[in-house]
């Protein structure tokens, strides 16, 4: 069976100020999505699911159906406010959905084989999805699930500092916990740094981060449903705690249900954490198409 793709797409881009799931970067009006998508083909994968907010289903039906049509099967799983919520009260001046794990909940009754977890607006590189689609064809299974590794000197901004996930492993490269470090920026002399509450503190450029590429079996989902009605009990009236994918993947491991491999990928990622990042973005595809590594028209 092949491994599906979802692509978290629901966020509402506060920091970007537009859209930007659905920005074109490409030559020809590619979207970061659509090299994600072509990369997951090229790779392996038999089905994407895009988990977006039901008001903006058109506007992604209207960008992908007729071009991925025979290319890869697509379906799409609605994340809201109100779902999975039951009968907790919900504070009025909530204004999002619930995080990232809440959108893996939310591909419940969409996903019933072993599948990727990314971000819409991160552009992940080729090599990791030959890697993620790999381990979810022959090591992938109800205690086994994987994040893909990036070197922390491949992710970060030109525009302004960054949050990353850090991660930790044992000598078997199973993950023991992920550290979010906020305010990551690169000095002058090229060290890497982060800030905290009492001081600025060094991190290694190869640092393995994670950028939210985790590799799931569909068991996950019931966990989410598990762990988010205990979340739920404690924050229903918050109107801004979030439920998160590490949160899952902590409680899968401490609470003894499994191991999360790491794999690293040589793929160096880009995104638009910032609006000031879009030409940055442009100019790394290009330099991609160049290189010969995408043509110049996807579809």
């Known amino acids: 069976m092949q491994p599906t793709l979802v692509i978290l797409a629901a966020g509402m ?17 590619e979207t970061i999505m659509d090299y994600s998508i072509f990369d997951a ?5 038999g089905k994407i699911v895009f988990v977006i907010r039901e008001e903006f289903a058109d506007n992604f039906k209207n960008i992908f159906d007729e071009k991925l049509k025979g290319k890869i099967a697509v379906d799409y799983a609605f994340q809201d406010i ?3 919520v039951g009968d907790y009260e919900i504070n009025i001046n909530r204004k999002k959905p619930w995080g990232t794990a809440h959108a893996v ?7 019933n084989e072993p599948f990727a977890v990314i971000n819409a607006d991160d552009f992940y590189g080729l090599d990791a999805f030959k890697k993620a689609k790999e381990f979810l064809s022959t090591q992938c299974n109800d205690k086994t699930y994987c994040i893909i590794g990036y070197e922390l000197k491949k992710t970060l901004s030109e525009n302004g500092s960054v949050s990353r996930g850090v991660i930790r492993i044992d000598e078997n490269n199973n993950l023991i916990d992920i550290n979010e470090r906020t305010k990551i920026y690169q000095l002058d002399d090229g060290k890497i740094v982060y800030e905290d ?9 190869d640092s393995l981060v994670s950028m939210n590429y985790i590799c799931f079996a ?3 989902i019931d966990l989410c449903e598990k762990l988010f009605n205990e979340f739920l009990k404690r924050n229903s ?3 801004k ?3 998160f994918i590490p949160f899952v993947t902590n409680n899968f491991i401490q609470a003894g249900l499994g191991t999360v491999k790491v794999v690293p990928t040589c793929s160096k990622w880009f995104g638009v954490t910032y609006k000031e990042d879009a030409p940055g973005v442009q100019a790394s595809i290009n330099a991609l198409i160049d290189a010969g590594e995408y043509p110049s028209k996807l579809w």
């Open 82 to 84: 109100h779902s999975f």
């Open 41 to 45: 083909i090229r790779a392996g994968f």
């Open 237 to 239: 009236k918050d109107p």
């Open 241 to 243: 705690a979030e439920f």
């Open 105 to 111: 909940l939310c591909c419940k009754g969409k996903v």
């Open 13 to 29: 881009a506060s920091r970007y100020g537009s859209m930007k799931q659905v920005e074109g970067f490409g030559p020809h009006g």
């Open 197 to 205: 509450e009492s001081a600025m503190n060094e991190l290694r450029s």
């Open 218 to 220: 569909p068991n996950v």
